[in-house]
């Protein structure tokens, strides 16, 4: 597809689950970002890769939460042990090239929304 | 640190302008704004870097003050497919920071 493609749309897990969430960046981006959204606020930046590589997983907010990018695609972002508090919408967004995170637009998929019971 | 957007949520008729506002108390790079409607994908609008430019597309235009620290977003004459949530992300002088993104305008166009 054109876009940002992220699966399942919708997720939910009973609390103390382990769930994984995919995101397919469009072809060729060098960069993909992982958000988490709660209702009613902007995107909070998790981790970032260039291509394979995990260059920043300062926003990741417990070791619960693991990202992957293993062949610099596909990247799947796997939360452990899930709690209530991790219900929220995660937004995947790829970029072409690394400037720096500012310098590019990132193109958003339409995200997960996880709802732990 | 994240960046403070005003007003919080504005109701137009079609044809009006509107005018958001995005404030950091550290100094930018970068000012990143995107629109997001109810359950989709925040979709790119543009971006400003560091230097006091100024942009625009069709009836959407955008400034960047470097030293007041601040962006703002132009709307004009208004169109219905406006409506959604706008968020503005910055990137800190510091440089390959991450974007931090305030907590969105709520744009209401209604006819």
């Known amino acids: 597809g054109a876009g940002v493609s992220q699966s399942p749309r919708y997720k939910v897990a009973k609390r103390g689950q382990d769930v994984a969430l995919r995101c397919d960046p469009i072809s060729g981006h060098v960069s993909l970002f992982w958000y988490q959204q709660a209702l009613g606020q902007g995107p909070e930046f998790l981790t970032y890769f260039q291509n394979e590589a995990q260059l920043d997983k300062s926003g990741l907010p417990s070791d619960r939460f693991f990202a992957e990018r293993p062949e610099g695609s596909v990247s799947t972002l796997k939360i452990q042990r899930t709690q209530q508090e991790d219900s929220a919408v995660y937004l995947c967004?790829?970029?072409?090239?690394?400037w720096g995170y500012g310098n590019q637009p990132q193109h958003f998929g339409d995200g997960t929304r996880l709802s732990i019971l | 640190q994240q960046p403070v957007q005003s007003p919080q949520a504005v109701i137009l008729r079609e044809g009006e302008d509107a005018v958001i506002n995005c404030s950091s108390s550290?100094?930018?790079?970068?000012v990143h704004w995107y629109r997001q409607k109810h359950g989709e994908a925040p979709v790119f609008l543009m971006i400003?870097?560091?230097?006091?430019e100024q942009k625009g597309h069709d009836k959407i235009s955008a400034s960047f003050n470097e030293k007041k620290q601040q962006s703002s977003l132009y709307l004009t004459a208004s169109q219905l497919s406006y409506s959604g949530t706008y968020f503005c992300g910055t990137e800190s002088d510091s440089g390959n920071t991450p974007l931090v993104f305030g907590k969105g305008t709520r744009l209401s166009v209604i006819a």
């Open positions: 400003l870097l560091k230097g006091g």
């Open positions: 550290k100094a930018l790079y970068s």
């Open positions: 967004a790829s970029s072409l090239v690394f």
